[in-house]
């Protein structure tokens, strides 16, 4: 199977011949590293998506060995061109996929993406409701070319009275009280990660593969919305039952009255920090014969869990004065050899030296768009006890245009006719400017 994704902002086109190319999907010289292994090899997936949400879903599927063909605009991905904590956007989520550079405002540009969507498995977007359908590319007319497509759709917001707003993942963090919970009163803060982003692309790519098990019965595609408000309501459902059961509302998790009584982060030696978490009773004594804290183990005020963490105000206060000589490898040394919860505060450039994640596989060697090598993490999984790998670089813009047209029946020359009559990007050869 195939998915493919369309990037932002085409505009319609209407009332233009088009040529359908209904062959199925088969290996070719687009087709690169072998995913024959891989569970999802076979399908092929056509993408029309930006930024964070979108491209998850494809490289979800990619990973586990779909083809993905990423349609750009001319100009690119504005993502390639991100700076600050954007910059990292493109290379991350767009690897193991295939790039094809199209102006789909030229009625040629957009018969080529229908020649795709004929013979492909998953359609993917994610831009605001009513572009697609504008650019005849919505759910109702490629689901007409092609019955067994699954048409993934990545919104802010499911249908409904706020599906018109613009959202982004910050703006539902806000509204849909994540920040609020993140935050210390009256400060409310977001996740220090894309989370509604990238899990919202996730969910996509579970939505996919549950349409795509359904089909199997069926013989029939459908649709599938995923969204960033609902993806953030899933979030802060632990929070909202916790008032539901107790009748009083979630404090925020800085103000929080913690399940245990050892749950902090402790500045010790040097300033340095850890997190040190005691979580039960039998941690409890383990903690104390460790550290000698037999005096803490004794005392009648702190036997239980429960005990301790009505005692936090006094509790914690005496373990930082107790903890605070100690360096964090000397406090880590202990509480590993007793198996005891604890993590030292690392910063996100730190992971890619981590000696786990370099052990076991989960930092994979890659070259940027711009030639440079790095590292990157990969899915946090396993299948059969492999990782799954970076088969493909993150694509250079129209690195693959060529091989899929003539994949497609194009002839070389009415490929070289498409590129100079800019309809078609190729890497190295200067692009028109996006107009869209």
Not at 7 to 19: E, Q, T
Request: glycine share 10%; proline share 7%.
């Amino acid at each position: 199977m195939a998915v493919i994704l369309v990037s932002p902002a085409w505009p319609a086109v209407l009332g233009m011949p088009i040529v359908m190319s209904m062959m199925m999907h088969t290996k070719n010289a687009a087709s690169g590293p072998e995913t024959s292994g891989l569970p999802l090899a076979g399908l092929r997936v056509i993408e029309f998506t930006h930024m964070v949400m979108g491209p998850t879903c494809g490289m979800v599927l990619a990973d586990l060995g779909a083809e993905v063909i990423k349609v750009e605009p001319l100009a690119g991905d504005s993502t390639r061109q991100l700076l600050g904590s954007g910059a990292g956007f493109y290379p991350l989520f767009n690897r193991n996929k295939l790039s094809l550079s199209l102006d789909v405002k030229d009625p040629r540009g957009l018969e080529i993406v229908l020649k795709l969507v004929a013979g492909a498995d998953v359609f993917s977007e994610n831009f605001k409701s009513g572009t697609m359908e504008r650019l005849g590319l919505g759910y109702e007319a490629l689901s007409r070319l092609n019955e067994r497509l699954i048409y993934v759709s990545h919104k802010g917001f499911l249908p409904g009275p706020y599906e018109h707003r613009t959202a982004l993942d910050e703006v539902v963090q806000m509204m849909g009280g994540l920040a609020y919970m993140t935050g210390r009163p009256g400060d409310p803060l977001r996740a220090g990660s894309s989370v509604n982003d990238i899990m919202g692309g996730m969910f996509g790519a579970i939505g996919a593969l549950a349409a795509l098990q359904q089909r199997h019965q069926t013989g029939r595609g459908q649709q599938v919305q995923s969204s960033l408000f609902e993806n953030n309501i899933f979030l802060v459902a632990q929070h909202m039952m916790q008032f539901a059961v107790t009748g009083k509302p979630a404090a925020p998790m800085p103000e929080r009255i913690s399940p245990w009584g050892i749950y902090d982060v402790f500045t010790v030696a040097g300033g340095e920090q850890i997190f040190l978490a005691v979580v039960g009773d039998t941690q409890w004594a383990t903690f104390c014969q460790a550290f000698d804290f037999g005096d803490l183990q004794a005392d009648e005020r702190l036997l239980t869990n429960n005990l301790r963490v009505l005692a936090r105000e006094w509790l914690i206060p005496e373990l930082r004065r107790r903890l605070l000589p100690r360096a964090a490898a000397e406090i880590a040394a202990v509480f590993e050899a007793a198996g005891l919860p604890f993590a030292p505060i690392t910063r996100p450039e730190q992971l890619m030296d981590d000696p786990h994640l370099l052990a076991t596989g989960g930092l994979a060697p890659m070259t940027l768009p711009d030639g440079r090598a790095t590292r990157v993490p990969l899915l946090p999984l396993s299948l059969d006890g492999e990782r799954l790998g970076l088969r493909r670089d993150p694509p250079r813009l129209g690195q693959h245009s060529r091989a899929l047209l003539r994949e497609l029946g194009y002839a070389d020359a009415a490929i070289e006719a498409l590129v100079r009559e800019g309809v078609l990007g190729v890497q190295g050869e200067a692009a028109p400017a996006d107009l869209g």
